[in-house]
């Protein structure tokens, strides 16, 4: 059994920038894989990044080059370091665990989810 609370959500200006994080509480934290999700009002919950217990990183083309998630396992955290915000990235963060490093960019795929914290980019 994992828990996860996410952090480091708020408002912020357009071209700013944000850093959540993902504390899990539980055993055997390395060997999860890691996912950020998101979503907005009115649309389904989307792919934001991952990270697996390798390693190896996985992002959404309409993320890559400003988000950059990586994790601490002495600290069973994950984060999710977000540059250049953009209006349309405004929706609730959601972290979530899973076992292995298949479909990593799946929300089903993934066992364990946070409650989710709000980030909204004015413009």
């Known amino acids: 059994q994992v828990q996860l609370e996410e952090s480091g959500g708020g408002l912020v200006q357009a071209g700013g920038s944000l850093r959540l994080s993902c504390a899990a509480s539980g055993r055997a934290f390395s060997t999860y894989s890691m996912g950020w999700f998101r979503q907005a009002p009115g649309k389904e919950r989307e792919f934001v990044a991952a990270i697996g217990w390798s390693g190896t990183v996985y992002y959404a083309s309409s993320v890559k080059g400003r988000f950059t998630i990586s994790r601490d396992n002495a600290k069973n955290t994950v984060y999710l370091e977000m540059n250049s915000l953009k209006p349309e990235d405004t929706a609730v963060y959601y972290c979530?665990?899973?076992?292995?490093?298949?479909?990593?960019?799946?929300?089903?795929?993934?066992?364990?989810w946070g409650q989710g914290t709000q980030v909204t980019v004015s413009s």
């Open positions: 979530a665990a899973k076992r292995g490093l298949a479909t990593m960019t799946v929300p089903n795929a993934y066992d364990y």
